[in-house]
């Protein structure tokens, strides 16, 4: 009898001892799906981010490609006013600047620095 009751012991402690390691186990389990959703949720957000940071790349590149070709075109307008200037008032010979030529120059100055967007030439005002 005595051994009967033992062996019931003995099986009752592996019982629990079965059913604590399937908990734990079941327990570890479910950490893990749910770590892999974070994880897959956090990859998720690191690609809508540099979705997002990829567009506004997009969108400044051609803000400057736009600007660019705004400096093309109103780079060869700028040097044939200058050189208009140039040829139809030649400087003196004791090479002092006059009023005419002055203000086109300061005029050429302000459109290339209006072009550039704030960006001043150096000498410019």
């Known amino acids: 009898m005595i051994w009967l009751l033992a062996n019931r012991y003995v099986l009752v402690a592996i019982a629990l001892v079965a059913a604590t390691s399937g908990l734990w186990a ?42 660019l070709t705004a400096l093309r075109e109103a780079q060869p307008k700028i040097i044939e006013r200058f050189n208009r200037v140039i040829i139809e008032k030649p400087l003196p010979a004791d090479c002092v600047i006059d009023s005419d030529r002055l203000r086109e120059l300061n ?19």
């Open 26 to 67: 079941y327990g570890k389990y479910q950490y893990h799906i749910g770590y892999q959703a974070a994880e897959n949720v956090r990859h998720v957000a690191d690609l809508e981010s540099f979705k997002s940071e990829s567009l506004r790349l997009q969108g400044l590149s051609q803000n400057l490609e736009l600007q």
């Open 107 to 125: 005029a050429a100055i302000s459109t290339a620095n209006t072009s550039q967007s704030g960006k001043s030439l150096p000498g410019g005002r």
